[in-house]
């Protein structure tokens, strides 16, 4: 299989239970939810998407022929003086849509652990190490497990009522981020009304990196 990657850096993670984590990102071309072109965007399942993930052409970016390729230009990015676990989060676009078992044990070949961000409407591998869910359209979600699930908030497609009887692990809320309006103070009010619910803010975009 050949993989089709917008681009791989090493940043930390900025959403999440593993907010502030050291990790690689490698983020997968495609989605299928909407075509990333933005006269596309008000048809699209998704429709407030905030990540280009059209083609191979961001930074390290490209087509890689094997998963072993893949896994060595993304295990080129992890400090080799770290005695941290590697961590690789798996993003896109939906990474699910090329991520498969070889590519999963080609990053744990590595000593990654390996952890996907998807919108679960894909089965999720049980290699995975970490399933983080955000989910956008309840006709097409069929990931009703994981470690995380991390709800956009508030979207009219899914209320968080919807999705909190699920197996998850962790559940978050995630500010809508519009320019208009944050909806950071709605969010916390929610959390602090439904305490099963936890926030979590994009603090890559507070701090200023990836």
């Known amino acids: 299989m050949t993989y089709s990657v917008k681009e791989i850096f090493y940043t930390l993670q900025g959403e999440g239970a593993h907010t502030g ?5 490698c983020r997968f071309s495609g989605c299928n939810f909407w075509s990333g072109l933005e006269k596309d965007r008000a048809a699209a399942a998704c429709t407030f998407c905030d990540t280009d993930f059209i083609g191979t052409n961001g930074q390290n970016g490209g087509k890689f022929n094997t998963a072993e390729e893949l896994a060595e ?10 005695n941290g676990k590697p961590y690789i989060v798996c993003t896109g676009g939906e990474p699910l849509l090329q991520l498969d078992v070889e590519l999963i044990k080609a990053f744990q ?3 990654f652990e390996v952890a996907v961000e ?21 006709n097409q979600f069929v990931q009703k497990t994981g470690d995380e699930l991390k709800l956009v908030y508030p979207q009219t497609a899914i209320k968080p009522n919807d999705v909190a009887h ?7 809320l995630q500010p809508l981020d ?3 309006n944050n909806h950071v103070q709605e969010t916390v009010k929610y959390c602090q009304e439904n305490p099963q619910w936890r926030l979590s ?8 990196i990836e």
């Open 73 to 82: 230009k993304a295990w080129s990015f992890w400090p080799k003086s770290s």
């Open 201 to 208: 803010l994009q603090t890559h975009k507070i701090i200023g």
């Open 118 to 138: 998807t919108n679960g409407s894909l089965p999720a591998p049980k290699e995975l190490d970490w399933i983080c869910v955000s989910p956008k359209d309840l």
């Open 178 to 180: 519009e320019k208009e």
């Open 21 to 25: 984590r050291p990790s690689v990102f």
């Open 109 to 111: 070949a590595k000593g």
């Open 166 to 172: 699920l197996n998850y692990t962790n559940f978050f």
